[in-house]
Each structure stands twice: as C-alpha cells, then as structure tokens.
C-alpha cells in the first residue's frame, strides 16, 4: 500500500495468526466432528478451548491496534505531488498552498478510521463475550440436562437389564411349561392308554362274568344231573339190592327147589339179566364221575382266572387313580405357570413403555445435540466471517 502523499510503500501491520477452529465453519469439518458421538467430551472441550484461544487472539489484535494508532505518526518530509494525485484532491487542498494542512487531515482520517475500526471490533469483541457468555451458560444448561439424561440412561440401562433377566426367566419359565406341556400330552397319552387297557379289561371281565354265569349255569345243570344221576344210581343200587335180596331168595328158593329145572333156568335168566343191568349202571356212573371231576376242573380255573382278572382289575384301578391325581397336580402347576406367565407379560408391557420413553428421550437428545452442533456451526461461521472481515480492514 503506498502512501498518496509521496509514493513510499507503508508496511502492513502483521496479521494475526489466528487459529484454525476459527474455520471451523466448513461442512466437512463439522460433519467429521458430529459423526464422532463416542468424543462428545472432547469434543466439547476443545470447542470451549477453541472460544478461548479466540477470545485471546481477539484481545492481542485489539490491543495490537490500540498500540498501533497510538504509535502511529507520519514522519513530516517534503513530498511533491503529481498531477494524478493533485486531480485527485479536494478543491480546499489543490488551492491551499500550506502542505501541513494535507498531512494533518490525512492524519485525521486516518486516525477516525482507526478509531471506528476499534470502536467496531471492541463492539464485536462484546457482542462475542455476550453471545460466549450465553453459550457458556447454554453449555452448562446442556451439560446439567446432559448428565440428568447420563442417569436417566444409566438407570433405564440397569431397568434393561432387569427387563433382560426377566426375560430371561420368562423364556425359562415358557420352555419350562412346554416341556411340562409335553409331559402332559404323555401322561394324556399314557391316560388314554390306561383307559382303553381299563375298557378292555371291562369287556373281559363282562365277557368272564358272562363266561362265569353261563358256566354256573352249566355247573348248576351238572350238578343237578349228578344229583340226579346219583339219585338214579341210588334207585339202581336200591333196585340192585332188593333184586340182589331177591336173587339171595331166589337162590334159597333155587336150592330148596333145585328140582326144579325150568324154574332154575328162569332165575338164572334173571340173575344175568339183572347182571348186565348192574354193568350198565356202573359204566354210566363212571361217566358221570368222570363228567363231574372234568367240571370242577373247569370251575377251578374260571375262579383262577377271575381272580387274577380282579387283581388286574385293582392295580388298574390303582393306576388310574395315580394318574388322575398325578393330573390335578399337573393342572395346579400349570395354572400357576399360566399367572406367572401373565405377570410377565404383564411386566414386559410395562417395560416396553419404559423402553419407549427412553426411546424418546434418545431422541430428545440427538435433537439437543443437533441444534447444539447447528449453533456451533453459526459460531464457526460468524468467527469465520468476523475473522475475514478484521483482515479486510487491516489490508
């Protein structure tokens, strides 16, 4: 830049090195950093670090132009001026032939810029203390609402893992009832078993007991054919006698009438007639003892059988009655089983609307963070454009 009074080439005051977060405004940088959510804490801190180091840059650069306009003082030398540069002078100037009057105005507008110029960055040295200091209070607004969310977290973080242990418990307690469930199916299976064998056993023991009756029926009739055959061998064993009484007469009479041929021959006929009678009498009452012994065979076994049959019987009835009470019991655990079931269902409904609320206020952090990033990247650029314009006015 040179002086329009004789030419030389002022120096420019030495720019202020800023620091690079001042460009923090640049989208890929923000993004970079909101895509870091495991550095939230440092990412905090090198913001609130950045802020300072610009505070303090901003102060060194006020008092550096403090110090500048304070030690800022034209030499006075002789300078002619060109034609270009007398053209370009005000009318009071080109007519005044006095050269300290061009010096000391020039020295006054200078000083009158550099005076605005500070006026306007202390101003905006302000306003950003004001718009820091707001942040501040903003950040430590975010940071208290921040960690009342870190225990509302924590606390819903152990309320899920409770949440996990009874869901946990709840998948036990289902695999728990299926498998008791399936027990049950074998001991309904079982139970249909043992009736169908019960039912069997019923007709067999119908069937018996008919068998029983008609067998009765038969032993009834046997015996009484016995008794009758019996009263018959009676009667022919009677007969047997009185015509054995009348064969011992008819002897006698045989003898006392030995003369008697004819009569003789005639008893004789008799005595083997009744003989033969004899002989069939017994050979049928040889059958009939044979008959009978063959019946109370048959009667011992059909009361053999019927007794194992009623044994069966009892330890089937025994059985059923293990099963039926083995059932009650299976059907109190269940219903236990289906109230635990439903106080779990009845928890987990409570814990998925807890898990909903910790849904929500997830959410209702990631839009904290959000506008928390969006008022950083306002900040960025404002410093940004701050930072460009204080350079504008010291080129």
Excluded at 112 to 131: A, F, G, S
Excluded at 234 to 250: A, H, M
Aim: charged letters at 35%.
């Amino acid at each position: 830049m040179k002086c329009f009074r004789c030419g030389t080439n002022l120096k420019r005051p030495p720019k202020a090195n800023l620091p690079k977060a001042a460009s923090m405004s640049s989208k890929s940088y923000c993004n970079t950093y909101m895509k870091d959510v495991s550095t939230k804490s440092s990412i905090e801190s090198q913001y609130i670090r950045n802020l300072q180091y610009q505070i303090y840059y901003l102060e060194m650069e006020s008092r550096y132009l403090r110090k500048l306009l304070a030690n800022h003082k034209i030499p006075e030398r002789s300078c002619k001026l060109g034609d270009d540069c007398a053209q370009d002078l005000p009318q009071c100037v080109r007519t005044n032939p006095d050269k300290k009057y061009i010096c000391e105005h020039d020295d006054n507008d200078m000083l009158k810029k550099l005076h605005n110029m500070r006026m306007d960055t202390d101003i905006e040295i302000h306003h950003l203390k004001q718009k820091l200091a707001e942040k501040d209070e903003k950040l430590e607004d975010m940071e208290r609402k921040l960690d009342e969310m870190k225990t509302t977290a924590s606390k819903h973080f152990h309320n899920l893992k409770s949440i996990e242990d009874n869901y946990k418990c709840s998948q036990t307690l289902i695999e728990n009832l299926v498998s008791e469930k399936h027990e049950q199916d074998m001991m309904k299976s079982e139970l249909y078993d043992a009736n169908e064998r019960l039912q069997h056993v019923e007709t067999n023991r119908k069937l018996l007991s008919e068998n029983n009756e008609r067998l009765r029926i038969e032993n009834s009739n046997y015996i009484r054919e016995i008794s009758d055959l019996k009263n018959r061998l009676d009667i022919c064993w009677s007969e047997v006698d009185t015509k054995n009484q009348k064969l011992q007469q008819c002897l006698s009479d045989l003898q006392e009438m030995s003369n008697f041929k004819s009569e003789k021959e005639l008893y004789a006929r008799r005595v083997s007639e009744c003989m033969e009678q004899v002989t069939k009498l017994q050979s049928q009452n040889n059958e009939m003892e044979s008959i009978l012994k063959i019946a109370n065979a048959r009667n011992v076994d059909m009361e053999t059988i019927n007794r194992s049959m009623l044994k069966e019987k009892e330890k089937l009835n025994e059985d059923k009655r293990l099963l039926l009470s083995r059932m009650a019991d299976e059907e109190k655990k269940i219903e236990r089983l289906k109230e635990a079931n439903y106080e779990l269902h009845r928890n987990q409904s409570n814990l998925d609307k807890k898990l909903k609320n910790v849904e929500e206020l997830k959410d209702l952090q990631n839009t904290l963070h959000k506008q928390k990033w969006e008022e950083f990247g306002l900040l960025a650029n404002s410093m940004h454009s701050l930072s460009q314009t204080m350079s504008a006015h010291i080129e």
